[in-house]
């Protein structure tokens, strides 16, 4: 819609122009299929947090392979209609999957993720590994 609207944009007056751009923004041509993440990272751990509103934690699968977070989900839903006169049936499918990887630093323990699902929120932990976590300083005395 976009390139047709610049291509005759000079015939439209900007008030058209105006609309469509508006148009353009409230609902986009192209929909992002993947879910939105954010990534947050403390001294301990690295935190993602998934948005996935209107799914249940059993829809989800997340595994763990070569250093590589991988989380996925499947939605299947039919409803159907029938009508008393058996005239005619109606069946509706939907279907709805996601697959998002991360490739994990080094400094994650693979083993000790742990995964959350909150209203809407899908979230996990990925604790670090000990070695990675920030140290004290360390006061050496002169013998």
Known sequence: MATLVRSFAPTFPSVLQNFFNDFERVAPTHQNSFPAV????????FKIELAAPGLKKEDF???VHENVLTISAEQKTESEENKDNGKYTRKEFNYSSFKRSFTLPKTVDGDKIVASYNEGVLGLSLPKKEEAKPKEPRLIEIA
Not at 38 to 45: F, K
């Open 38 to 45: 954010n990534v947050l990272e403390s001294e301990n751990e």
């Open 61 to 63: 699968k997340i595994n």
